[in-house]
């Protein structure tokens, strides 16, 4: 038999003769299986480009030697917490974050703009020092967005009123123009980039008519060119990728580095630690062009396999989002999926010169601190979600019951999941002109891109039970 068909085979059976995609905690082993995967992968680059830096002959201090080592560990250390405290959270407590985490995510923003608060670095202003840390309030306000995002949606849907364009834009649109501009402030277009993301998986997501989903895009793609051309170096960053050896040494080289890395690898690699790309060859090779080095070292098979399993991340998150019953988790969990592998696709997309460079790292493998603990948290959400989907809800119930949860959820104190009950529509009254009683009903709910429309509730006179008889 085959390889891929053995692996369709080992997913759609087990040992008690059902399919694994059948099982009730399927959504949560795919998300975990898939993140464990790139962690590993982000670990391992760290681990070699540390050994580059112990080659280096102007090192002479242990501590500096290991650094990078000990830097990925510490937020690790500090992403496992994250990660334990969201998988905790319910989908209620997530909807209740969506408002504060907006209101901090302006605060911060807005604070890391003011000269002696923000740090500059080359030219921008994009951190805060926390103690012993620097963080990135950008990462943040991605979180706070799509909280924001998905329940002011959700809210609307709910209502029954996405069916107009200004109920559908406002005040989606402007909340996102008016934090992706404090970004573009930095200026950071590349988190701005994760924005447009974020935006376009609640719209996709929600079910918006493709009219004015090609109308957003067209304006978003008006003011990013627009972003780019008053700044001459961002100009010369998407214009120099069509022809990067034209300009080898200046405008194309991240460009041109990165390919001959990837050249260099063939199909095998050259073996984990090996590459020589790194040696001040590949910019930011622990982070932003990770995969350059993923590519030489481990080769062709390296690269697919990450790919692979970004590509299982994105069947799970969707998988998750498919089979919920709130609106705010199809919403989250959707656009999370499309802004994370859509991070994956632009950061990968200019490693192999086939996207402008825009220095954004890719989730789970690149170094970097904030992002890796905002990656932790939303891998925590997903999980969450996907433990209360319905099958998982009954089986966990079910083994609460006869006290056979397992230990890891024991020792964690992971609490059991509670079902989901769908909020109630507010009626709307509709007079009855045959009968001159008023009459009321519920709006059929809008239909998504990722679950069925939810029917409408058939007329009743108000004050009978719907038989005709009086309360």
Not at 326 to 350: E, H, K, S
Not at 358 to 365: A, D, H, S, Y
Not at 448 to 458: D, I, K, M, W, Y
């Amino acid at each position: 038999m085959p390889l891929a068909g053995r692996l369709r085979a080992l997913l759609r059976s087990s040992s008690d003769g059902t399919r694994f995609l059948d099982r009730p905690f399927a959504s949560v082993q795919l998300l975990l299986f898939a993140a464990g995967g790139m962690l590993c992968f982000g670990i391992l680059m760290a681990i070699s480009t540390t050994i580059a830096a112990s080659n280096d002959t102007n090192t002479t201090s242990t501590a500096s030697i290991w650094s990078q080592v000990l830097h990925e560990a510490e937020f690790v250390g500090l992403g496992l917490p994250v990660f334990w405290f969201a998988v905790r959270l319910s989908p209620r407590a997530f909807r209740m974050l969506a408002y504060p985490a907006l209101a901090l995510s302006v605060v911060v923003l807005v604070a890391v703009l003011i000269p002696r608060i923000g740090v500059q670095v080359a030219g921008a202003r994009r951190w805060i020092d926390v103690g012993p840390f620097q963080l990135q309030p950008s990462e943040f306000a991605k979180l706070g967005m799509l909280l924001w995002g998905a329940d002011l949606l959700a809210r609307k849907q709910q209502l029954g009123t996405l069916d107009r364009a200004r109920h559908l834009f406002l005040p989606l649109l402007p909340g996102f123009l008016l934090v992706a501009g404090l970004v573009a402030e930095e200026p950071d277009l590349g988190t701005t980039c994760c924005f447009v993301l974020i935006l376009l998986g609640l719209l996709w997501t929600v079910g918006t008519p493709a009219r004015y989903f090609a109308g957003t895009l067209a304006v978003i793609a008006a003011g990013i060119l627009g972003l780019a051309v008053v700044t001459p170096g961002r100009w010369q960053r998407i214009t120099g990728f069509l022809h990067p050896f034209n300009d080898a040494k200046n405008t194309g080289f991240h460009t041109v580095e990165g390919l001959y890395a990837l050249a260099n690898g063939g199909i095998f690699g050259v073996g984990l630690g090996q590459g020589t790309s790194k040696y001040g060859w590949v910019p930011n090779a622990n982070s932003d062009y990770v995969f350059a080095i993923i590519g030489e070292e481990l080769g062709l098979l390296g690269c697919v396999a990450v790919l692979a399993l970004f590509g299982l991340f994105a069947y799970a998150g969707m998988r998750v989002a498919r089979r919920s019953a709130d609106p705010f988790v199809r919403l989250v969990a959707g656009a999370a999926t499309v802004w994370l592998c859509g991070q994956a696709v632009i950061n990968i997309g200019y490693v192999t010169g086939l996207l402008p460079v825009t220095g954004i790292p890719l989730p789970f493998i690149s170094a970097g601190g904030t992002s890796l603990l905002i990656t932790f948290f939303v891998l925590g959400m997903l999980v969450s979600f996907a433990r209360h989907e319905a099958p998982a809800v009954a089986v966990a119930r079910k083994a609460q019951r006869r006290g056979r949860r397992s230990k890891i959820e024991r020792v964690l104190r992971i609490p059991v999941p509670k079902a989901y009950v769908p909020p109630r529509r507010p009626a709307r009254r509709v007079a009855d002109p045959s009968s001159g009683v008023a009459a009321s009903r519920r709006p059929p709910g809008r239909p998504t891109r990722l679950g069925a429309p939810v029917p409408a509730t058939p007329l009743r006179p108000t004050g009978t039970d719907g038989r005709g008889r009086g309360r």
